[in-house]
């Protein structure tokens, strides 16, 4: 029976895989977002102008007569099709990866966690070079939807993030873990950072096919490192059967299984602010770029660019805050003050009708990012070392549920309040908001 084999048939301990180096786990984390932010904007201005041209619509590049369009139907159903068809896209990557991922992430606990990280890196890949294919032969957008579930398949982003933030726990201290998840989180926003920067401005010079290439050449790096220079951080990886129902099974027990009741009463109220902060997070930044796109803002490529800029920017401020505030503040403090800033910034994003006070709500959300590198590491200590691989698959499934919740929540939400008041979606994760930071109280 599973669980019950003998000494002599019990999991031995596997190889170490040969390495050309024993690199830091950042680098790949930060070459898999640079890839993704570039693609995620482009992405969608694709499908904006996409449905544009099919429907013989090209009105928001004529910026004087912009904000007397607000009720054009015809750029209502652009926006309504482009905010579909992003659904449709995280629909699919999550139903796929609602079983890949805790089935992934657990599997680490015991083989390593190199494995995941190359799967990982290969659907990231597969999910590029399928967008490659639908800009450069002009192919049906629900190609896009085909790529989305090759890359969930394999683990998707989630699963990257599972066990890098796995990887971090093995090699950190209980005091500095917090930090060193920070850290990690960091090197994920100065990615974006750069890659909204260089996205806009390329778009705007040599169109959509060079930047999706440029993801797919750094993606092809990423999974090279990944297989060849990552430094496996599991003590004694061990052969581990893949598919077999115990892997989810760990990970059902980590809220269900006997074990101090605070212990389990706080994983399982951590998971839910975690969940309700990235909901925030991913839904305000699916309709971002439409709400930007059109009247009566109507930005362009280059704009966008350094609002998607803007908007990573966090990632490096609250890492610098959350290092400063540590002195002085409970981590748990210093939770509420980024919840706090991130509550204001959506707030302003709500009323935003001009380009300045677009960027004073970007300004706003300099903390905001403290929230889940201080949720992440007080997971991280109600669990045993053994169980950080299951415990951050299961974060990633409460991420790829979030993000479902997101895209389900604000791209049908956003549609349909557009007669009466466009920035009414931000004023919900608002008030969602209130509900870590009384969770986190």
């Not at 992934?104 to 990231?124: E, H, I, K, Q």
């Not at 990633?396 to 479902?404: D, E, G, P, T």
Request: proline content about 4%.
């Amino acid at each position: 029976m599973e669980g019950s084999a003998s000494p002599a048939e019990k999991p031995r301990a596997r190889p170490a895989a040969a390495v050309l180096c024993r690199g830091p786990v950042e680098p790949l984390v930060f070459l898999a977002n640079f890839a993704l932010v570039l693609q995620g904007p482009l992405t969608t201005q694709y499908l904006w102008h996409r449905f544009s041209a099919d429907l013989g619509y090209n009105g928001t590049r004529q910026r004087g007569g912009c904000s007397n369009r607000s009720a054009d139907p015809t750029m209502q159903e652009v926006e309504t099709l482009t905010s579909h068809w992003t659904l449709y896209m995280n629909v699919g990557g999550f139903l796929v990866g609602l079983f890949s991922s805790t089935l992934l992430g657990a599997w680490s606990d015991g083989v390593g966690r190199r494995p995941l990280l190359v799967l990982a890196s290969l659907g990231l890949l597969l999910q590029a070079l399928v967008s490659v294919f639908v800009v450069q032969l002009q192919l049906h957008v629900g190609y896009f939807v085909l790529g989305r579930i090759l890359c969930a398949l394999l683990g998707d982003f989630g699963g990257l993030l599972a066990a890098s933030f796995a990887s971090v726990a093995d090699v950190s201290s209980s005091r500095s873990r917090t930090f060193r998840m920070a850290l990690l989180e960091a090197s994920i926003g100065v990615a974006g950072m750069l890659a909204s920067l260089l996205g806009g401005h390329w778009l705007r010079a040599q169109g959509y096919a060079n930047p999706f290439w440029l993801a797919l050449a750094l993606l092809i790096a990423m999974t090279l490192y990944a297989a060849f220079c990552f430094g496996e951080t599991l003590k004694e990886p061990k052969s581990t059967r893949l598919f077999t129902f115990r892997h989810h099974r760990s990970i059902v027990q980590l809220y269900v299984a006997p074990a101090p009741e605070k212990s389990r009463k706080h994983l399982a109220l951590y998971s839910l602010a975690i969940f309700v902060v990235i909901t925030v997070h991913f839904g305000a930044q699916d309709i971002l770029t439409l709400y930007e796109l059109s009247t009566p803002l109507c930005w362009d490529s280059k704009l966008i660019g350094y609002g998607s800029a803007a908007q990573h920017l966090p990632y490096l401020t609250s890492l610098l805050a959350l290092k400063l505030l540590q002195y002085c503040l409970a981590d748990a403090w210093v939770a509420e003050i980024g919840l706090a800033f991130n509550i204001l910034g959506m707030v302003v994003f709500a009323f935003a009708t001009v380009t300045p006070l677009m960027f004073t709500g970007y300004g706003l959300l300099f903390l905001s990012l403290v929230i889940t590198p201080v949720i992440r590491a007080k997971l991280s200590k109600l669990v045993r070392e053994t169980e950080q691989g299951a415990l951050f698959s299961a974060v990633a499934c409460v991420n790829s549920l979030a993000m479902l919740t997101a895209s389900g929540i604000f791209n049908s939400l956003y549609p349909a309040t557009l007669n009466f008041m466009k920035g009414f979606p931000f004023l919900l994760g608002a008030g969602l908001l209130l509900i870590p930071a009384v969770l986190i109280g």
